[in-house]
T-cell receptor, first 114, second 115 residues
Framework: AQSVTQLGSHVSVSEGALVLLRCNYS??????LFWYVQYPNQGLQLLLK??????LVKGINGFEAEFKKSETSFHLTKPSAHMSDAAEYFC????????????FGTGTKLQVIP | ETGVTQSPTHLIKTRGQQVTLRCSSQ?????VSWYQQALGQGPQFIFQ???????GRGNFPPRFSGLQFPNYSSELNVNALELDDSALYLC??????????????FGNGTRLTVT
């Protein structure tokens, strides 16, 4: 069974500081890994997706994530936080098969302090 | 390009009633999935429809059912509503039923409250 664990339900950073959101995955087969962002009262927007083409994945809005198989991690980073980054972030995993079942983590709420 | 649209945005129902939620997929997308997001939780997979047939299902009882129409739009039906069904219901569409080449594109959801 596939699953993801997000460490820290709430993370606070100062504007301009590094953003680091942690995610560890468990999957019996090489996975697809994702980070999604959810703003209040909205659906989820894809930030980036790992599909084994490259271990460092660049996404939208300056975010990137590094796939580390030895650590089963897929942490999300951004060098400099912006006020508009305040939102909830979900790590997710899916495996190839007859249908796309995406399993989400419980989410990390990012607060950006001016 | 039109994104995924869901209706209604909010809905209040009474325990035991039935509800239908609607979703229009993004232009060109032939696969629709439904997810339930309880307050403070990540979304949970309900089922996926591809070419008008359910081709994958999560751990939800049969009172959760769906339809997909020839234009790829979809409905989620929930019978015999329970208080725990209160959640944000998200519809997502994609070009690819397996997800190998197309990620999910989500709508803004329908907020269902069961009293």
């Amino acid at each position: 069974a596939q699953s993801v664990t997000q460490l820290g339900s709430h993370v606070s950073v100062s504007e301009g500081a590094l953003v680091l959101l942690r995610c560890n995955y468990s999957s019996s087969v090489p996975p697809y890994l994702f980070w999604y962002v959810q703003y209040p009262n909205q659906g989820l927007q894809l930030l980036l997706k790992y599909t084994s083409a490259a271990t460092l994945v660049k996404g939208i809005n300056g975010f990137e994530a590094e796939f580390k198989k030895s650590e089963t991690s897929f942490h999300l980073t951004k060098p400099s936080a912006h006020m508009s980054d305040a939102a909830e972030y979900f790590c997710a995993v899916s495996s190839s098969g007859g249908y796309q079942k995406v399993t989400f983590g419980t989410g990390t709420k990012l607060q950006v302090i001016p | 390009e039109t994104g995924v649209t869901q209706s209604p945005t909010h809905l209040i129902k009474t325990r035991g009633q039935q509800v239908t939620l609607r979703c229009s997929s993004q232009s060109g997308h032939n696969t629709v999935s439904w997810y339930q997001q309880a307050l403070g939780q990540g979304p949970q997979f309900i089922f996926q429809y591809y070419r008008e047939e359910e081709n994958g299902r999560g751990n939800f009882p049969p009172r959760f059912s769906g339809l997909q129409f020839p234009n790829y739009s979809s409905e989620l039906n929930v019978n015999a509503l329970e208080l725990d069904d209160s959640a944000l219901y998200l519809c997502a569409s994609s070009l690819d039923r397996t997800g190998a080449n197309s990620p999910l594109h989500f709508g803004n959801g329908t907020r269902l409250t069961v009293t």
